[in-house]
C-alpha cells in the first residue's frame, strides 16, 4: 500500500519556522516529481513548491519564494519543506503529493497522483 505521510505541522508565532517532512512508503518516488500543496480554510488547495526526481529543479509559488525551501533524501524517501519567517496567511493544512506520470503542469493539483493527508501549520500573529 502506498502511503505519503506529512508531519511536523503545529502552531508558530509569525517570525518563526517550521520543518515539514513527507515520508513515503510502499512504492519508491525516487524518481518522481514531489510537490507540496496548502489549503487555508474556506479557499482552495494551492501549490507552494515542488522538486524535480533528483532535487536539482525547484519551484516555487511567489508567496512563499525566498522563504520556503524544499528538499528530497531519495535514499529515506522522503521530502522535506522548510518554512521560515512564517506569516499568519500561511496558516493551512499542508499536504504532501507525488507526480507519478511526469505531467507537464508542475504547479497543477491534478498532476498529481498520490496524496497524503495533511499536517495543520497554524501561524499566531
Known amino acids: 500500500q502506498v502511503q505519503l505521510v506529512e508531519s511536523g505541522g503545529g502552531l508558530v508565532q509569525a517570525g518563526g519556522s517550521l520543518r515539514l517532512s513527507c515520508a513515503a512508503s510502499?512504492?519508491?518516488?525516487?524518481?518522481?516529481?514531489m510537490a507540496w500543496f496548502r489549503q487555508a480554510p474556506g479557499k482552495e488547495r494551492e501549490f507552494a513548491a515542488a522538486?524535480?526526481?533528483?532535487?536539482?529543479?525547484?519551484y516555487y509559488a511567489d508567496s512563499v519564494k525566498g522563504r520556503f525551501t524544499i528538499s528530497r533524501d531519495n535514499a529515506k524517501n522522503t521530502v522535506y519543506l522548510q518554512m521560515n519567517s512564517l506569516k499568519p496567511e500561511d496558516t493551512a493544512v499542508y499536504y504532501c503529493?507525488?507526480?507519478?506520470?511526469?505531467?507537464?503542469?508542475?504547479?497543477?493539483?491534478?498532476?498529481?497522483?498520490?496524496w497524503g493527508q495533511g499536517t495543520q501549520v497554524t501561524v499566531s500573529s
Open positions: 522538486i524535480n526526481w533528483s532535487g536539482g529543479s525547484t
Open positions: 510502499g512504492r519508491s518516488f525516487s524518481s518522481d516529481r
Open positions: 503529493a507525488a507526480d507519478i506520470r511526469g505531467s507537464y503542469y508542475t504547479r497543477s493539483a491534478a498532476s498529481y497522483y498520490y
